[in-house]
């Protein structure tokens, strides 16, 4: 189907004046998933996010065994496209279609009909994912969200909730968030280490030690020292502002967890140590 078709089709079913049972489902749908990385951001987001968001978890119009292929298709010929590709318009099928597994896993969550090797082929391929994502950009001009991190991000958090992944992997999925920390390409400016926060916090709530947490966090000064001899200077002022920002981020949430009273003096500890060597 054409993207002029399915947009309208997809306007018709939000304005009301289409409902999704007289629908073609397995054709729309499919048509959504063909143009789910389209640069046109109100077709992408707006329209073709927003009725899979309703299909999936308001309304629950789409069953387990549709949900099933659309994952494995998900996986298999869309999450990679153009990947290593940066400033190129593949980032919007990549980002999006990490949101649309997202949505499936908290379906997943909710009504149990993914088998657990699903579900953690969805986890290794997340992490290859995040490792191998270049294109970091957050809102893009005339184009829209591209938020590759951020949606990623979320799409962790639905998977660490998941009872199909044990408290075990939690330690590569930590260490693949925690190494978006330390991009010198740019800085974040859409709040993308509030959104890798999330799902860190999610995995301390199911049982990830803190002390893992706290050695991560007592190695960045060492990271950055590391970095600064290798890279530009604008590349490594860019990281540091990133690796602030994060530390003030976390620092502000586990004020309000006060399991977390020991992070929060390990990310004191970190800000206050001495960074003459970053001048």
């Given at each position: 189907m054409e993207a002029n078709e399915l947009k309208k089709i997809l306007n018709e079913l939000k304005s009301g004046e289409r409902t999704w049972e007289t629908a073609q489902e397995d054709v729309i749908v499919y048509s959504m998933?063909?143009?789910?990385?389209?640069?046109?951001?109100?077709?992408?987001?707006?329209?073709?996010?927003?009725?899979?968001?309703?299909?999936?978890?308001?309304?629950k119009l789409l069953g387990p065994e549709l949900l099933t292929e659309l994952l494995v298709v998900a996986l298999n010929d869309l999450l990679y496209k153009g990947i290593g590709e940066k400033e190129t318009d593949t980032v919007f099928t990549r980002s999006f279609t990490t949101l649309l597994i997202a949505l499936i896993l908290y379906r997943d969550n909710e009504d149990d009909f993914l088998d657990q090797n699903m579900v953690l082929r969805v986890k290794d391929n997340l992490i290859d994912y995040i490792n191998l994502e270049k294109d970091l950009r957050g809102y893009v001009p005339d184009k829209g969200w591209a938020h590759s991190i951020a949606h990623v991000a979320d799409t962790f958090d639905e998977l660490v909730k998941s009872n199909k992944v044990d408290s075990e992997h939690f330690g590569e999925m930590l260490n693949a968030l925690w190494n978006k920390l330390f991009v010198f390409d740019s800085v974040y400016i859409h709040e993308e280490e509030e959104r890798i926060l999330i799902p860190i916090l999610e995995m301390l709530e199911r049982g990830l030690k803190i002390k893992e947490i706290e050695l991560l966090i007592q190695q960045i000064p060492n990271e950055l020292k590391k970095k600064k001899s290798i890279i530009k200077e604008e590349e490594y002022w860019f990281l540091y502002a990133n690796c602030k920002a994060f530390l003030k981020s976390f620092h502000i949430k586990v004020q309000k967890i006060p399991k977390l009273d020991p992070l929060k003096k390990s990310i004191e500890d970190c800000l206050k140590s001495d960074w003459n060597f970053l001048s």
């Open positions: 998933l063909e143009h789910i990385g389209s640069t046109d951001g109100e077709l992408r987001d707006q329209l073709i996010y927003s009725m899979f968001y309703q299909l999936i978890i308001e309304k």
